[in-house]
């Protein structure tokens, strides 16, 4: 059975106090709200609604934990750059998840979630040129990947994979569709690579994020 079948809704994080402080690894997903990143947590977790899928972009407000067992989580983050998002919500949101992508000593991998058809943005890079100096991996799912042809698809997949390259040899790519189910099996041996990492690494002292 797959890992991330043992997936269970576990809290929801609006502070960094919030946070789970017994966590030993987790994997987090990032992506601009509406790009699917719902979608492809339910989809790897094999459920219908593990994560929350709403037509409403910027519904995820919180920092959604699911666990795995064994201290082990799959984390939600806040969907990013909603326009119509009050600006009374943005600031304290904003500030949430950069002090999670670049603080959190238990995170042991990012999993950005990008629309294939708009591929990196700016916003993309914004969150990526942050998470950089963590010297963490990242693997990009190029989401929506059948609403492109084949041809299109795999001509996006080679330029972000360049560009990614180009800024770090930890960060990867690949095509993904939550509604066709294809990239599930590559995203997950990924990220269960990751988990595997954490578990064989020496321990190390908490930060208190």
Not at 142 to 150: F, I, T
Not at 162 to 180: E, N
Request: glycine share 8%.
């Amino acid at each position: 059975m797959s890992l991330f079948r043992r997936a269970i809704f576990f809290k929801s994080a609006v502070q960094a106090r919030d946070l789970p402080a017994h966590s030993r690894c987790e994997v987090a997903f990032a992506g601009r709200s509406n790009a699917g990143k719902s979608s492809a947590l339910n989809v790897l977790a094999g459920r219908s609604r593990l994560a929350f899928v709403s037509k409403t972009p910027g519904r995820t407000q919180g920092i959604n934990y699911y666990s795995l067992g064994e201290d082990r989580f799959l984390v939600d983050l806040p969907g990013y750059g909603y326009a119509r998002l009050a600006k009374r919500e943005r600031k304290p949101w904003g500030k949430l998840l950069g002090e999670y992508l670049r603080s959190r000593s238990a995170l042991a991998g990012l999993v950005l979630v990008l629309d294939c058809r708009r591929a990196l943005t700016e916003l993309d890079w914004n969150l990526l040129e942050f998470f950089h100096p963590t010297g963490k991996p990242m693997h990009a799912l190029l989401s929506k990947a059948d609403k492109l042809s084949r041809t299109e698809a795999l001509a996006v997949l080679r330029a972000v994979r360049r560009d990614l390259g180009s800024r770090s040899p930890l960060w990867s790519a690949q095509l993904f569709s939550s509604l066709k189910r294809t990239g599930i099996e590559e995203a997950t041996e990924v990220i269960s690579a990751w988990f595997g990492a954490a578990r064989t690494a020496p321990a190390r002292a908490k930060k208190p994020l």
